[in-house]
């Protein structure tokens, strides 16, 4: 880990994880919410912390799919994989000693009975406190370029220390707290020195779980059988559905494969867009000013609080890089395993994955300066629509295929009833004249 890496996990002893249960209705969730202090507080309630079972264990690199050189090349030098740190992190990952009360755990937000998320629009955290993003899944996170929803940290040890000193997450006041918790503990005491040949730290607490995080690899789906070579390992529906994602839905363009060969890996450009989601319910010019007045540029502990605490969240990249351009753009997520992690999109907006095709099939984004100039209306028709859904539920891998039959039988069923996203009139019109940014 380099010095600069170091630097920021102790930067963030200055400052107070999501918790949640399961996939809860996502109105009552929005609606459903009190004020506490200057905290949103959520009426469903965090259960106990997840167990650690056996879709927690660290995955087989033996799965149909895996890229074994990606893999290892994205496995830092200075934080090389060893089973027993490996172990040591899971441990901390389902402790909910490393929250201020006791009550949040990583896998509170990341719990692996949903695909390490939550089944929230938004993650909630001690004392039931709500955020303002969506819950991202570990599985892959170690082929990121960089984490969290507008990549505010650039590895998977960055990552692990924000949400502890967080206050709507864990709510500790530095990271020296949660480990003085962890190092009063003779079992971690004993491990930590096994492990790193030295006492508890903050940083290598960090290093341990960021290891943790980098075994949960997934892949092994329908959809990497079929790209192996097994030509019935999909449905036509899906094969129709891969065709149009490189064509006419236009899905390849943000979700693109990130190597070089014929045999997808990751689904996602690394990069970040403005798709349209929420612009218009949010004035986003003056919380650019104010994110500009009150943000310092490069504060880790700052941004990270913007993101989560403050309506300054829809500005996404913004918050990192100050570009206009960045205005409400966030990371593309990679696809896989997406039909078992629902809601979707940064703030949890869409139920479906047939809202999301809806979103997209519109060109949405009126009256938007910042949007991203691939979006456009796709005219896609409802059995095309079907078409990538059946494409993406093929992208769960063997040990959520139960998980992603129901979520697809549950997802198809709300889709016959309740559309919010469809508007014909756009799907199939012309692309609309996007406004230019206002003057700040």
Same mark, same amino acid.
């Given at each position: 880990?380099? !010095?600069?890496?170091?630097?920021?996990?102790?930067?963030?002893?200055?400052?107070?994880?999501?918790?949640?249960?399961?996939?809860?209705?996502?109105?009552?969730?929005?609606?459903?919410?009190?004020?506490?202090?200057?905290?949103?507080?959520?009426?469903?309630?965090?259960?106990?912390?997840?167990?650690?079972?056996?879709?927690?264990?660290?995955?087989?690199?033996?799965?149909?799919?895996?890229?074994?050189?990606?893999?290892?090349?994205?496995?830092?030098?200075?934080?090389?994989?060893?089973?027993?740190?490996?172990?040591?992190?899971?441990?901390?990952?389902?402790?909910?000693?490393?929250?201020?009360?006791?009550?949040?755990?990583?896998?509170?937000?990341?719990?692996?009975?949903?695909?390490?998320?939550?089944?929230?629009?938004?993650s909630v955290g001690i004392g039931n406190r709500i955020g303002q993003r969506n819950s991202p899944t570990v599985l892959n996170a170690l082929y990121n370029k960089m984490q969290f929803w507008d990549g505010r940290a650039g590895t998977l040890e960055q990552q692990a220390g924000l949400p502890i000193v967080n206050p709507v997450e864990m709510g500790q006041p530095t990271l020296?707290?949660?480990?003085?918790?962890?190092?009063?503990?003779?079992?971690?005491?004993?491990?930590?020195?096994?492990?790193?040949?030295?006492?508890?730290?903050?940083?290598?607490?960090?290093?341990?779980?960021?290891?943790?995080?980098?075994?949960?690899?997934?892949?092994?789906?329908?959809?990497?059988?079929?790209?192996?070579?097994?030509?019935?390992? %999909?449905?036509?529906?899906?094969?129709?559905?891969?065709?149009?994602?490189?064509?006419?839905?236009?899905?390849?363009?943000?979700?693109?494969? !990130?190597?070089?060969?014929?045999?997808?890996?990751?689904?996602?450009?690394?990069?970040?867009?403005?798709?349209?989601?929420? %612009?218009?319910?949010?004035?986003?010019?003056?919380?650019?000013?104010? !994110?500009?007045?009150?943000?310092?540029?490069?504060?880790?502990?700052? %941004?990270?609080?913007?993101?989560?605490?403050?309506?300054?969240?829809?500005?996404?990249?913004?918050?990192?890089?100050?570009?206009?351009?960045?205005?409400?753009?966030?990371?593309?997520?990679?696809?896989?395993?997406?039909?078992?992690?629902?809601?979707?999109?940064?703030?949890?907006?869409?139920?479906?994955?047939?809202?999301?095709?809806?979103?997209?099939?519109?060109?949405?984004?009126?009256?938007?300066?910042?949007?991203?100039?691939?979006?456009?209306?796709?005219?896609?028709?409802?059995?095309?629509?079907?078409?990538?859904?059946?494409?993406?539920?093929?992208?769960?891998?063997?040990?959520?295929?139960?998980?992603?039959?129901?979520?697809?039988?549950?997802?198809? !069923?709300?889709?016959?009833?309740?559309?919010?996203?469809?508007?014909?009139?756009?799907?199939?019109?012309?692309?609309?004249?996007?406004?230019?940014?206002?003057?700040?």
């Open positions: 880990m380099t !010095a600069t890496s170091v630097k920021l996990m102790l930067a963030a002893s200055a400052a107070l994880t999501f918790a949640c249960g399961g996939r809860r209705d996502q109105s009552s969730e929005k609606q459903d919410t009190t004020r506490s202090a200057a905290f949103a507080v959520s009426s469903q309630p965090l259960g106990p912390v997840p167990a650690d079972d056996s879709l927690a264990r660290p995955k087989s690199l033996h799965q149909i799919g895996v890229p074994i050189a990606q893999t290892r090349s994205v496995i830092p030098k200075d934080n090389p994989q060893t089973a027993e740190k490996i172990a040591l992190g899971e441990k901390l990952f389902f402790d909910g000693r490393l929250s201020a009360d006791g009550s949040v755990a990583c896998a509170s937000c990341h719990q692996p009975q949903l695909a390490f998320t939550d089944g929230r629009p938004v020296d707290s949660a480990l003085a918790r962890i190092a009063a503990i003779p079992e971690y005491r004993a491990t930590f020195i096994r492990v790193f040949a030295r006492p508890p730290n903050a940083p290598d607490m960090l290093r341990a779980i960021a290891s943790y995080e980098r075994s949960q690899v997934s892949f092994d789906s329908p959809f990497d059988h079929y790209m192996a070579g097994d030509s019935n390992a %999909i449905s036509a529906t899906a094969k129709r559905g891969w065709r149009l994602f490189n064509t006419r839905g236009r899905c390849n363009l943000c979700h693109a494969l !990130a190597d070089t060969t014929t045999r997808p890996t990751t689904f996602t450009d690394n990069t970040f867009h403005n798709i349209g989601i929420g %612009i218009l319910r949010h004035n986003v010019v003056p919380l650019a000013r104010q !994110a500009e007045q009150s943000v310092a540029k490069g504060d880790t502990i700052a %941004i990270d609080q913007a993101a989560i605490l403050s309506p300054m969240s829809v500005l996404g990249r913004y918050l990192i890089s100050r570009a206009d351009s960045d205005i409400a753009s966030f990371k593309t997520p990679d696809i896989r395993n997406v039909m078992v992690t629902a809601p979707y999109f940064h703030d949890g907006s869409q139920a479906t994955l047939w809202d999301v095709v809806d979103h997209y099939n519109k060109g949405d984004g009126l009256q938007n300066p910042w949007l991203d100039t691939d979006i456009q209306p796709l005219a896609l028709h409802e059995n095309e629509i079907d078409d990538l859904v059946a494409l993406m539920a093929s992208l769960t891998s063997s040990a959520y295929r139960e998980l992603g039959e129901k979520e697809l039988a549950r997802q198809r !069923a709300l889709s016959r009833t309740s559309r919010p996203q469809r508007d014909s009139a756009r799907t199939f019109g012309p692309k609309p004249v996007q406004p230019k940014p206002p003057s700040r």
